[in-house]
């Protein structure tokens, strides 16, 4: 029993409190039972009414060290990039390492008195704690310029849902910067911001990176802290670097990597002799002749992830031509086979909505040490009204009613099974990563769409369940389906070794430092 001593106070509980909820659960107790429980009960309220306030146990901001002023609403939102502007900075940062640069958050990022809105109206929330991430851009130096725009609630590859309005692709307006980080890669795309944050569950940093035209890394899972930032699923959350140039994306992971003490998707044995530096590596891999930039590294094309239904043949082929390059850069390029990437994304598709709404949606999180949101849970409800759901985007409505039906028809069963599935998959990548360094895919598989698509996902998402680190390139243009005259960006998609985030780094480094992406379209092979 958990119960450490009887207690009374002033909320005591009688039979007719219980008897309703008992009803409702379905259970049928005795009288004498009912009576004992009520007692028990008594002493739980009386345990609740004993509990120090947890605000104080918060990180909560000096917001005279981190002040932060105009906090507003632009009227020019950079074609729906921003969502609403600030200017926070630290008055004494512990380094320079972003100094001068200007950055953006991901509107599921916590930065206290901003509102946050995890690019749905479902939930109005101004957050009163600054997330990990936040705090260390601002202890680098960096100015935090707003909060970029996400798709809604998040769950989204495409960039027309959220309910600060749709984020045009840099290139061809009309058309999807993709999701769910939508406003990052737009912003950094088009120079408003030097950098910016993404979060990534099932692409959702690398997508946006592939059809904007920029570089986004999903770090290995628990590499970077993802304390005070809205949650998918504890076991798919990434938050990553977002900039125009592998340099830049290297810095700003250098400045958020590393555990912070909250998070416990951070394991302690594999940090402790992690690499948290990058910067001076990347910038090593640079300075060496062109034959040797790669000298030993090992190259594996990922065969299924060019053979993904709907996949576009340009795509395709700017892809494999960016890989096969690599080998003028003293590394060697080989096809590799993992069946198991297919089943990967399926299972994704499966495992996501049988029980991450719970989290996502409803705020019930629980089985983690993390910093959690007690003001949010106050919103919502055990269960969505009807009015939070017609807040929700065609996604986040899907994924909602999904987790109806997988609860109602499977019960827990069905996320069990995807959840032994998935670590099947991750020891089918750390198979063929014993015999390459890196894995290599298209990012997204067609051009960026001017309307929704299915097949988004297909190459992105199995690496969130495994938690290796992905990082996209863009090696060139293709056609874009509708118009052929309209050039869209293509993204490389670079796979580690789990906690060998600089592996992935060090090969787009190379391929950046040697090619010029703009000058390579890839057009009638579809």
């Known amino acids: 029993m958990s119960l450490i001593q009887l207690e009374s106070g002033p909320n005591r509980v009688v039979g007719d409190d219980l008897k309703p909820i008992l009803k409702k659960a379905g259970l049928d107790l005795s009288e004498s039972l009912v009576e004992d429980y009520s007692t028990l009960l008594t002493s739980f309220e009386a345990a609740i ?21 105009d906090i507003h609403v632009p009227e020019d939102n950079e074609s729906g990039a921003w969502a609403t502007k600030v200017t926070a900075r630290c008055t004494s940062p512990q380094s320079n390492l972003l100094e001068g640069r200007t950055v953006a958050l ?45 798709e809604n609630a998040c769950m989204e590859g495409i960039s027309c849902t959220s309910v600060t309005g749709p984020v045009h692709n840099p290139y061809a ?130 065969m299924e992830g060019f053979e993904v239904p709907g996949h576009d043949k340009n795509v395709s082929a700017c892809v494999r031509s960016a890989a096969l390059k690599l080998s003028e850069l003293g ?48 919103l919502v409800g055990d269960k969505l009204t009807q009015a939070q759901f017609d807040a929700l985007g065609p996604g986040a409505s899907y994924m909602y009613l999904a987790y109806l039906w997988a609860q109602e028809r499977y019960g827990p069963k069905l996320h069990a099974r995807c959840m032994n599935l998935l670590k099947a998959v991750g020891d089918a990548y750390d198979l063929a990563l014993k015999d390459v360094d890196i894995l290599i895919t298209p990012t997204l598989s067609c051009p960026p769409l001017m309307g929704m698509t299915t097949g988004l996902l297909a190459n992105t998402s199995p690496l969130n369940s495994t938690g290796h680190p992905a990082l996209s390139l863009p090696v060139g243009f293709s056609p874009a389906i509708e118009d052929s005259n309209v050039k869209l960006p293509v993204g490389m998609q670079i796979i580690g070794r789990k906690f060998r985030d600089i592996d992935c780094l060090k090969v787009a480094a190379a391929w950046e430092a040697t090619f010029d992406w703009k000058t390579l379209v890839f057009e009638g092979n579809s």
């Open 49 to 69: 009414d004993s509990l120090p306030d947890d605000r104080k146990v918060q990180p909560r901001p000096d917001l005279d060290k981190y002040p932060r002023k």
């Open 173 to 302: 307006k009309g058309y999807s910067a993709a999701g769910s980080s939508s406003g990052s890669g737009r912003l950094v795309a088009t120079g408003a911001v030097d950098l910016a944050l993404g979060c990534d569950q099932g692409g959702s940093i690398r997508m946006p990176a592939s059809a904007c035209g920029i570089v986004g890394l999903k770090p290995t899972w628990g590499l970077v802290p993802y304390t005070g930032i809205l949650s998918l699923d504890a076991t798919l959350d990434h938050v990553g670097p977002m900039a125009k140039t592998v340099r830049d994306c290297a810095l700003l992971l250098e400045a958020i990597a590393g555990p912070d003490g909250w998070d416990d998707r951070q394991p302690p044995v594999e940090l402790g002799g992690c690499q948290l530096k990058y910067v001076e590596d990347i910038d090593g891999v640079a300075r060496l002749p062109k034959s040797n930039m790669l000298d030993g590294m090992k190259i594996g094309m990922l």
């Open 331 to 378: 590394a060697t390029v080989s096809s590799v086979s993992v069946p198991m990437h297919a089943k990967g994304a399926s299972t994704w598709m499966v495992s996501v909505p049988s029980l991450s709404p719970r989290a996502a949606l409803l705020g019930e999180r629980h089985g983690r040490k993390d910093l959690y949101f007690p003001d949010r849970c106050e």
């Open 106 to 150: 991901k509107d599921n990022i916590a930065l206290a008195g901003v509102r946050c809105t995890n690019g749905t109206a479902m939930v109005e929330w101004v957050p009163e704690v600054d997330a990990t991430v936040a705090t260390r851009i601002m202890d680098a130096g960096a100015t935090i310029t707003g909060k970029a725009s996400c």
